[in-house]
């Protein structure tokens, strides 16, 4: 039987924005121009959804995860200013972007805030351990950040790709599942570690579908973004497999227009697209595969539902 997952979490969702609209008011009653432009960062909001499906799914909600899960929506909205910077993207979600509004200087001291908020908000819960695996988690999203701007038009391994993919996005969907753990009593430890794991595939697949779609233009930004900007993501990795002497165009340092629509044509006549859909289907289906611990709920048919949701924005 199919849940209608939003409905299910409404009230939820609907609390958790009100606690967190009333967290970012008190806190930045001085920058409203500011914290006002932060909605064009709130999209499905799909890490709050993994969070208190999981909560629910096993026990119920408590402050505690609205706290860690306002600090993850924090440093994921303070990735999103300082990558629309390092892009220089004047778009996200078919809006101005902070950067395009406010300058490149105030949206990197946007993003430097939000992080500050992010650490203020995790204080309010009294455990070191949830703190260290919140500075683990931002040290893997900044360092895959780094190791991607490293290695512009360099073109990674399959292997590369993934764990690029699980520092940058990933993590915060692992972060959610982690920290959702420490309030589970009634699972062992196997039981825990499949709820990692499930938000992990989860995450990889979140990413390589958002790089599938880069190349169909339908998300507000040019098409082929990724690789007029140099960062080259799993179609093209299975195009170079197929066809090595795309490298040619890899290896430029200033990708044109016939460039792009050359690479469109190939990845069309080397199906490279329907081979990158395939492997996000594998990593779907090693999502749904963890969900066999979950106990047998509405909440467990609803992150069934939310994983295929995912796959489906191909």
């Given amino acids: 039987m199919m849940t209608n997952t939003k409905t299910l979490i409404e009230e939820d969702i609907q609390a958790f924005n009100n606690y967190f609209d009333e967290f970012i008011e008190r806190e930045t009653a001085n920058i409203k121009p500011l914290t006002s432009a932060m909605q064009i960062f709130k999209g499905k909001q799909i890490r709050p959804r993994l969070g208190i499906l999981i909560a629910k799914c096993f026990s119920s909600l408590n402050v505690n995860h609205f706290d860690f899960l306002i600090s993850v929506e924090l440093i994921h909205n303070a990735s999103l200013c300082h ?4 892009d220089e993207a004047d778009l996200r979600r078919s809006q101005d972007t902070f950067n395009k509004i406010f300058g490149n200087s105030t949206a990197i001291l946007m993003g430097d805030f939000l992080l500050t908020l992010a650490l203020a908000k995790l204080s309010d819960i009294d455990n070191n351990e949830l703190n260290r695996i919140f500075s683990y988690a931002m040290k893997q999203l900044i360092q895959g950040e780094i190791m991607q701007n490293l290695n512009l038009y360099n073109l990674p391994t399959i292997e590369q790709y993934i764990a690029k993919s699980r520092d940058k996005t990933a993590v915060l969907f692992e972060l959610v599942a982690k920290a959702c753990t420490f309030y589970i009593n009634n699972a062992d430890e196997q039981t825990k570690q499949a709820v990692q794991d499930f938000a992990m595939y989860l995450g990889i697949l979140f990413q ?11 998300d507000g930004k040019p098409i082929l973004n990724d690789l007029r900007e140099g960062v080259l993501t799993l179609p093209l990795i299975y195009l170079a497999q197929d066809y090595p002497q795309i490298m040619e165009i890899f290896d430029k340092a200033d990708i044109t227009d016939e460039d792009v629509l050359n690479v469109r044509a190939l990845l069309d006549k080397y199906n490279s697209l329907d081979k990158a859909v395939e492997f996000a289907n594998d990593y779907k289906l090693n999502a749904l595969k963890n969900l066999e611990f979950f106990p047998e709920n509405e909440y467990k048919a609803a992150l069934a539902e939310l994983t295929q949701s995912v796959f489906n924005r191909i």
């Avoid at 990558?83 to 390092?86: E, P």
């Avoid at 390589?208 to 339908?218: A, E, G, H, T």
């Fill in 83 to 86: 990558d629309d910077v390092l």
């Fill in 208 to 218: 390589i579908v958002d790089d599938i779609k880069n190349f169909k233009s339908d």
